[in-house]
């Protein structure tokens, strides 16, 4: 007797009514055939569920308990939510809440519903005999999440919940091994759920409330009441604060550097450190030495050429104290006003790619690459004037200006992909530089220059392999 009632009392709280008109596979279907006029003694307009509770109701979805109340905060069983599922399936199909699921048989009442859905594609095997338990708020999120195919029910907030996830700041109680991630995810993509608190917590292992179902289910058939998560995410993606010695791998320093090698270490160091002066220690340093020295600094510095530094000079004594003070053509006692500068720019370029959607937590390092390779050729054309004391060979003069050659367009391009956190370096010949990038775990050639030189952007230069690089670069 006592499953006969309870099939009957979950027989009532289900009741769907069906649309005069029908159409098939349509969100047409979906019509309010009542109007609520305060039906559920426990409902008051105060509730944070209200219109869902009445848009139920409305909707035909829910006549409540026979006690005349709804039952807020009543927690639902597996088999409930499965059968609201298929019925709203069903409805949006056939016009026919009740059509789907009844071709299918079973021994309790919810077992119809659930094979249908199993017939449908939205469930698995994987809630068998788990009909009679208490929901959780993650099984309610894998019933509903593909309940309707997605141009019924369209993840409009992918690329907010995408990066809100990523950031580990909302969402932060569901992880990747959160049962059924995907499916709560999906529930924020869709406008169905925006947590239970200011940061989007979801508590996926709580059970379900008929109120919390209530605002699920009405999401899913009325667009009108689905919601948008109101996360503030302008300080995720920011690099505001961020220096040009925060972008250098710090070097250890090297008193007498010996190999390439080391130069980098002690060169690193200096840059790292945020100088522009290093001493080192030779003996018997001779004029020859020492611009040897200086021609050899001079090729490691532009592997870092977003710092800026071009040119270098060398003083020495006959202890064997060696330094070295860097700088850049034409820039004189103003290269430390274009370095803040040149960030500024390159910060603001990044935040705006961001801020827009061109970049997102979801990006690849390619499509990252990729965005900054079309923006540099979309806002800089070559410098054919330049001479040797051009500020077109640092990168403040195509942020600020929008001209270049090779080394401005290239330590402008490597700036932005380091403050995407993109490892990569500059390498140059005699007449010529550009940029070498590890972008998703493979080494590619990219040159910006070539990639400006025709009248609309040339990708042939972007994401080359060495083999490309080598039919266009010697080194």
């Keep these: 007797m006592k499953k006969q009632v309870s099939a009957l009392f979950l027989a ?17 279907n979906f019509v309010r055939q009542q109007t609520y006029t305060g039906q559920f003694s426990d ?16 909707y035909g979805l829910s006549n409540g308990k026979p006690d005349g109340t709804y039952g807020l905060n009543d927690s639902m069983t597996v088999g409930q ?46 809630l068998d005999g788990q009909l009679l338990q208490t929901a959780t708020r993650a099984q309610v999120a894998h019933v509903l999440a593909a309940a309707l195919p997605e141009t019924a029910l369209p993840a409009v907030h992918d690329s907010l919940v995408t990066q809100a996830y990523a950031s580990r700041r909302f969402i932060s109680d569901v992880d ?10 999906a529930l924020y993509r869709k406008g169905i759920s925006t947590g239970t608190n200011a940061s989007g917590a979801f508590l996926p292992n709580d059970p379900v409330t008929r109120g919390a179902a209530a605002a699920m289910l ?13 996360w503030d995410l302008s300080n995720l993606y920011s690099a505001e604060g961020v220096s040009l010695s925060d972008l250098v791998k710090p070097g250890t320093y090297i008193a007498s550097p010996s190999t390439r090698a080391e130069m980098d270490e002690s ?20 004029m020859n030495e020492a611009r040897k020295l200086m021609e050899e600094t001079l090729e490691v510095i532009k592997v870092y050429c977003e710092q800026s530094y071009n040119t270098v000079t060398c003083s020495y004594t006959p202890s064997g104290s060696v330094t070295l003070n860097f700088s850049a053509a034409g820039a004189g006692n103003r290269l430390e006003a274009y370095r803040e500068a040149t960030m500024n720019a390159a910060i603001a370029v990044h935040d705006a790619m961001w801020e827009t959607g061109l970049i997102t937590a979801a990006s690849t390092e390619m499509e990252k690459a990729k965005v900054y390779y079309q923006w540099i050729c979309d806002n800089c054309v070559y410098d054919f004037r330049a001479g040797d004391d051009s500020i077109s060979h640092i990168p403040y003069n195509l942020f600020e200006n929008g001209i270049a050659v090779c080394d401005g367009y290239t330590g402008a391009y490597n700036l932005l992909l380091k403050l995407e956190g993109i490892s990569c370096k500059a390498l140059a010949n005699d007449t010529h530089i550009w940029t070498v990038a590890t972008l998703d775990g493979t080494e590619y050639h990219i040159d910006t220059t070539w990639g400006d030189t025709g009248s609309v952007i040339s990708y042939d230069y972007f994401a080359m392999t060495e083999e490309q690089s080598r039919s266009h670069h010697d080194w």
């Excluded at 009405?218 to 109101?230: E, G, K, Y």
């Design 12 to 28: 009532l709280c289900l009741l769907l009514a069906i649309p005069v008109y029908a159409v098939s596979d349509s969100t047409d």
């Design 176 to 185: 990747d091994y959160t049962p059924y991630y995907q499916d709560i995810l």
């Design 81 to 126: 939510i499965v059968i609201f599922a298929a019925r709203i399936r069903s409805l949006y199909r056939t016009g026919d809440a009740e059509s789907g699921p009844r071709a299918f048989e079973g021994q309790s009442l919810a077992e119809p519903y659930l094979r249908y859905l199993q017939a449908e594609g939205v469930l698995g095997t994987e």
């Design 218 to 230: 009405t999401r899913m058939v009325d667009p009108s009441l689905r919601v948008t998560p109101d």
């Design 267 to 286: 060169i690193r160091y200096m840059l790292a450190n945020n100088r522009s002066q290093l001493d080192l220690q030779y003996s018997g340093v001779a």
């Design 43 to 58: 409902l008051s307009a105060e509730s944070v569920f209200y219109d869902n509770v009445a848009a139920l109701y409305e």
